[in-house]
């Protein structure tokens, strides 16, 4: 049987692709470089949500099996991330 966190991430990841999918087809339906544009901005919106509670629920799902440091490596690093991301 799949564990309850593993399942929140499948399911997750799931809904994530299909946002991706559902967008793809939006910009092919409109057919402008505008609203494709548009599109994708909202999807750089998703993206950091999903990768952040994924990553929470495993760490949670984890908690007994890692150590407390290991987990702070792993948020420090998703904070490096981000902010390498937001830097020009």
Not at 26 to 44: G, P, Q, S, V
């Amino acid at each position: 049987m799949v564990e309850r966190a593993l399942l929140l991430i499948i399911l997750l990841r799931i809904f994530s692709g299909s946002i991706d999918i559902t967008a793809a087809m939006l910009m092919y339906k409109f057919n402008d470089l505008e609203k494709a544009f548009y599109i994708n901005t909202l999807l750089a919106l998703v993206g950091p949500c999903i990768l952040i509670i994924t990553t929470a629920i495993a760490l949670f799902g984890l908690t007994e099996k890692i150590s407390l440091m290991r987990m702070v490596c792993l948020f420090v690093g998703i904070t490096l991330i981000f902010i390498s991301l937001k830097s020009n």
